[in-house]
């Protein structure tokens, strides 16, 4: 597994961490979040076009949006792993 730390939450506690990482091998972006509230999951599950509730194997997680940066530093390293 090539797996690369691209950047935490900047206003991080270090105890309740919003985290990118990148898996250059596999072309995927790892993200830790925030679980949403039943009614968030919820009303994620309503308006998603998918057919069904979202399955065990996937999460809903919440990223605050000061991570913007860090997100598209991590699309960064995947595409320019692409070009490798």
């Known amino acids: 597994m090539d797996l690369h730390f691209i950047g935490i939450d900047p206003d991080t506690d270090r105890d309740h961490c919003p985290t990118v990482w990148v898996d250059q091998e596999k072309q995927e972006l790892l ?50 792993a692409q070009l490798r």
């Open 31 to 80: 993200l830790q979040g925030w679980k949403p509230d039943s009614t968030t999951h919820a009303a994620c599950e309503a308006s998603s076009p998918a057919n069904g509730p979202v399955p065990d194997g996937e999460a809903i997680v919440r990223i605050p949006a000061r991570m913007v940066p860090t997100i598209r530093e991590a699309c960064d390293a995947i595409e320019r």
